[in-house]
């Protein structure tokens, strides 16, 4: 009789490891793996590929001179961090002649939390894509001070922070949470997107953005995205136009994505838009909603159609809009809620109510601008509930009726 024998194997991961940088005190000759035998430089750290669940801690009250790119990509449940440790201020990372003073490129299943940084050209904080990876997820970029990125802008995928896919990598499962980004002559405060496919779920909250060329806080190409309980002033710095008009916070080619409860003001442009909130072409199913938009030299909320699409199911409502339209040029053409259509793009249902709106421009401009709209589809056009208070006679403007 013989007897059959199972062997059962079982596979662990590989044990986690924790490293240890001080740029002030450390060496890189040393293994790392303690406070007492830390690392010193970037250098060191991106010469170094980790493994997924491995750690990466910066001491609080040190400043690294030279850029991070850390190597290697984490798992499902095993991110790679980068975090801080010790007691004192953020540590920083300084990088002013560098690409961007933290890079991730073809990697995922990362989180970065408690670091400031300071330079870059293009970027801050970069994570993109272009080479040989087909999927990049899992980033957490938590409680980041990121400011002074420095160049002349030449695209809208630049600025502070950047996560943008490249090629044909899928980017999902995006946060961004506490991070505070200040200071770049680049386009973006915070600039995520999608490419030949859709970011799915992205997320941007608890943020603050000030004192960018371009765009505050944006979500392009993306499915099922966020932006709450952030602000930004201070945009649209640019003197001369060059690749766009920028906004606060928006987003474009967007499916099912909600920006609520947030505050945008002291927005500029030196062309059209200068405004605080956008829901642009190609996006569907989109809801701004409950959020403050005030001082702004364009509109407080806009819905636009073009590129030979129908801009669908867009809301609006219950936002509070407060000294908007304050520059001529833009009060001209634009209302505090202003919608537009062109180059064959249309709107196909939209609901604009329970918004209040005190609108007092330097000319006798209407408060909703609907004039240039091309409606489309079977979905309903809406304007209802609305609290306007104005110090000019025009109120509501609109191509076609609207109920």
């Given amino acids: ?189 915070i600039f995520i997107s999608g490419g030949r496919t859709r970011a799915r779920n992205v997320a941007v909250r608890n943020s603050i953005v000030h004192d960018v060329a371009g765009d505050g806080i944006v979500i392009f190409l993306a499915e099922n995205g966020r932006i709450e309980k952030s602000a930004a002033w201070h945009t649209g710095l640019q003197e001369k136009e060059t690749i766009g008009t920028p906004n606060a916070i928006w987003t474009w080619s967007c499916r099912n994505c909600v920006v609520e409860n947030n505050e945008g003001f002291w927005i500029d442009s030196p062309g059209l838009d200068g405004g605080v909130y956008d829901i642009d072409w190609g996006d569907d199913d989109n809801i701004v909603q409950q959020n403050y938009g005030h001082d702004a030299q364009g509109y407080c909320a806009a819905v636009f159609g073009a590129g030979n699409r129908a801009t669908t199911n867009s809301a609006v409502r219950y936002n509070i809009c407060v000294n908007n339209g304050r520059s001529p040029k833009l009060a001209r053409r634009q209302g505090d809620i202003f919608t537009s259509t062109w180059d064959g793009g249309s709107l196909d249902g939209l609901a604009i109510d329970h918004n209040t709106v005190i609108w007092n421009p330097p000319i006798d401009a209407p408060a909703v601008q609907m004039r240039d709209t091309v409606f489309s589809g079977g979905r309903p056009a809406t304007v209802s509930d609305n609290l306007i208070y104005s110090s000019v006679p025009s109120l509501v403007e609109a191509g076609k009726p609207v109920i």
């Fill in 1 to 189: 009789m013989h007897r059959a024998l199972a062997v059962i194997l079982f596979t662990c991961p590989a044990a986690a490891a924790t490293y240890y940088v001080d740029c002030t005190a450390g060496s890189d000759n040393r293994a790392g793996t303690s406070p007492e035998s830390a690392w010193r430089t970037p250098a060191k750290v991106s010469a170094t590929t980790f493994a997924p669940g491995d750690s990466i801690l910066f001491r609080r009250g040190a400043q690294c001179e030279g850029s991070l790119w850390p190597k290697g990509s984490g798992e499902n449940g095993r991110a790679i961090r980068i975090d801080a440790y010790g007691e004192g201020p953020l540590p920083i990372l300084s990088a002013p002649r560098a690409e961007a003073a933290v890079k991730l490129f073809d990697q995922q299943f990362w989180e970065i939390e408690n670091l400031e940084t300071s330079g870059g050209n293009p970027y801050g904080v970069f994570i993109g894509a272009g080479g040989t990876a087909t999927s990049l997820k899992h980033f957490v970029l938590r409680n980041l001070v990121v400011h002074d990125v420095s160049g002349n802008v030449k695209q809208k995928s630049s600025g502070l922070v950047v996560i943008a896919a490249g090629g044909d990598a899928a980017l999902a499962d995006i946060t961004i949470d506490g991070v505070t980004a200040f200071r770049t002559s680049q386009w973006a405060g």
